[in-house]
């Protein structure tokens, strides 16, 4: 196997930080980014050059242009983009600030096409690529108090898979990758928004007692999720989608076969309105 080189937000922790181990661990080079500096002195400190790190924070768009462009730089190539800088937030849509909303939005949506923009010229240049976007089962489907996170994954996933048309012609692949409940800290991670009392007996209130009482284990194993995704590079022709836990599986096929099952019942309609 030719050694590659890896450009990987959100390296500090969770799935960031377990991809970039395993990489290492096969010989081959990351550039990872991170917001606090210092969370990944161990694996500098035993892998020296194969590891290169910067400071981002995926808001800042100015940032993310310059930090990928000196990646590139000093690296010489790299063959595989990963977008895995995110969070979420939990709330009814009406629990939320403003401000959780602009973040939420900046961070995994803007944050993730701005990565993408700034590597795309790069890619072309040097022949071809991969572009790996960390999305979620709730990319293709719903729970009721992620309202801001769905948006933000349903919007990323419809960029992701537009693109890839437009860089198919240069050889760059897009693969998303549609993670159930992994044991990343997610859950522990989570924005939660301040609630109202009109949701204590909703649904709503149900995930957050959910998320907020710390027994939940989730069934995924971070380290082959970690290794699945990794995976995906070594595929000539990588899927679009990755679907990752049974979890997911069955969450994505539920709400997939009732999206299909209703337009299917419109079908006449959807032709009565045809010009005659």
């Given amino acids: 196997m030719t050694q590659r080189a890896w450009f990987i937000t959100g390296v500090s922790s969770g799935l960031g930080r377990l991809m970039t181990e395993q990489l290492l661990a096969r010989g081959e080079r990351v550039a990872g980014t991170l917001r606090m500096p210092g969370a990944l002195d161990d694996l500098k400190a035993t892998h020296g050059d194969r590891l290169w790190l910067a400071q981002l924070d995926v808001t800042d768009t100015l940032a993310v242009r310059s930090t990928v462009n000196r990646a590139f730089a000093d690296l010489g190539r790299i063959d595989v983009i990963v977008n895995n800088a995110g969070y979420g937030v939990l709330g009814a849509a009406e629990e939320v600030t403003d401000a959780q909303i602009d973040h939420q939005i900046a961070t995994n949506l803007v944050g993730s096409i701005q990565v993408a923009r700034a590597a795309i010229p790069h890619l072309r240049a040097q022949g071809g690529g991969r572009i790996i976007q960390i999305s979620t089962m709730g990319g293709q489907a719903t729970f009721p108090g992620g309202s801001l996170y769905h948006m933000s994954k349903w ?122």
């Fill in 155 to 276: 919007g990323i996933e419809g960029f992701m898979d537009a693109i890839r048309h437009e860089l198919a012609p240069f050889g760059i692949a897009v693969t998303i990758v549609e993670p159930g409940s992994t044991g990343t800290g997610f859950g522990k991670a989570l924005v939660i928004a301040d609630p109202l009392e009109a949701y204590a007996e909703t649904p709503v209130e149900q995930i957050r007692s959910f998320f907020g009482s710390g027994n939940y284990k989730s069934p995924g194993d971070a380290q082959k999720v970690a290794a699945a995704i990794v995976a995906t590079a070594d595929q000539p022709s990588p899927p679009l989608r990755l679907a990752l836990g049974s979890d997911a599986y069955g969450a994505m096929h539920r709400a997939l076969s009732e999206r299909l099952a209703e337009l299917e019942g419109q079908k006449d309609t959807a032709a009565s309105t045809d010009a005659q």
